[in-house]
C-alpha cells in the first residue's frame, strides 16, 4: 500500500504531507488512515504525525484463534444408531439442541449424517417416521466431510464453506475407512471463534469494555 511505503520514507509524517505525496486531499485517505491506525500498522503521535509501527506485540488484533485447533473449540457430537427411527432422531435433536445428527453403525463406527433438511424431506415424503431408520434417509459413508482434532479451526471453517454444509463430525481414524466420532465442528463453532477474534481485536471498542 501506497500510504505505507510513504510513512516508512518520511515517517514521522503528517496526515497532509502523506496526500500531498499522494497527489490528493487529507479526507480522501482519512478512512485509510483511520483503518492502518486502528490495526497496529501505523501510529498517530498528537501534533507530530504518523510512524510506523515496530512493534507486533503491540498490535491489538488477535488472529491466534484462527490457527486454534479443532480439539479446543469441537462441542460433543450428537448421534443414533441406524436402526434409530426418524421420529425418535428428531426428538433426539430437540433434546440436544442440534442441527444434524450423526450415525453410527452396531461397532460405533461413523456411518452417516442426517441434516434438517434430510429430516423434512422424509416427511414431505410421508415416510413413515416411528417406522423408518435413519439409515435409510442419511449421507452414507465414505460421503462424509470430517474433521480431526489435529486439523485448525480456520481449515475446518474452509471445508464447510467448500462443501456447503452446516455440521462435521470430529472424528478419530482407527482403521482403514473406521472412523469414531469424537465431537462436531458446526457453523455455530466457527461464529463464536469469530465472535472472539472480533472481542479479542478491541474493534469498535467491544473488547477494552469488557
Ligand atoms: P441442511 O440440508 O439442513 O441445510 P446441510 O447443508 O448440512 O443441512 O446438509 C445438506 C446435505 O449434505 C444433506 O443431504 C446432508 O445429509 C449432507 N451433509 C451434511 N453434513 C455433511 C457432512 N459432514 N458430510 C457429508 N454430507 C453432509
Redesign the pocket.
Known amino acids: 500500500m501506497k500510504i505505507i511505503e510513504i510513512v516508512q520514507k518520511h515517517q514521522p509524517i503528517t496526515g497532509n504531507d502523506i496526500a500531498d505525496r499522494l497527489g490528493c486531499t487529507k479526507p480522501t485517505i482519512r478512512a485509510d488512515l483511520s483503518l492502518l491506525t486502528r490495526s497496529g500498522i501505523l501510529d498517530a503521535k498528537p501534533n507530530v504525525g504518523y510512524i510506523l509501527n515496530h512493534k507486533p506485540a503491540d498490535n491489538p488484533h488477535d488472529f491466534s484463534l484462527f490457527r486454534a485447533k479443532v480439539k479446543d473449540v469441537k462441542s460433543p457430537a450428537v448421534y443414533v444408531e441406524e436402526e434409530c427411527s426418524i421420529h425418535d432422531a428428531i426428538v433426539k435433536i430437540f433434546l440436544k439442541d442440534a ?2 445428527i450423526f450415525v453410527v453403525d452396531a461397532d460405533g463406527y461413523l456411518s452417516g ?6 429430516f423434512l424431506k422424509s416427511i414431505m415424503g410421508n415416510m413413515n417416521i416411528h417406522n423408518v431408520p435413519v439409515g435409510v434417509i ?2 452414507r459413508m465414505p ?4 474433521t480431526h482434532d489435529e486439523e485448525t479451526v480456520l481449515q475446518a471453517a474452509m471445508k464447510i464453506m467448500e ?7 470430529v472424528v478419530e481414524e482407527v482403521g482403514n475407512n473406521l472412523y469414531k466420532i469424537t465431537g462436531r465442528i458446526s457453523k455455530t463453532t466457527i461464529s463464536k471463534v469469530f465472535v472472539e477474534i472480533g472481542k479479542n481485536s478491541g474493534e469498535w471498542g467491544v473488547g477494552s469494555e469488557e
Open positions: 442441527g444434524t449424517v442426517v441434516s434438517r433438511k434430510d442419511m449421507t460421503n462424509i466431510i470430517h462443501h456447503k454444509i452446516d455440521s462435521m463430525p
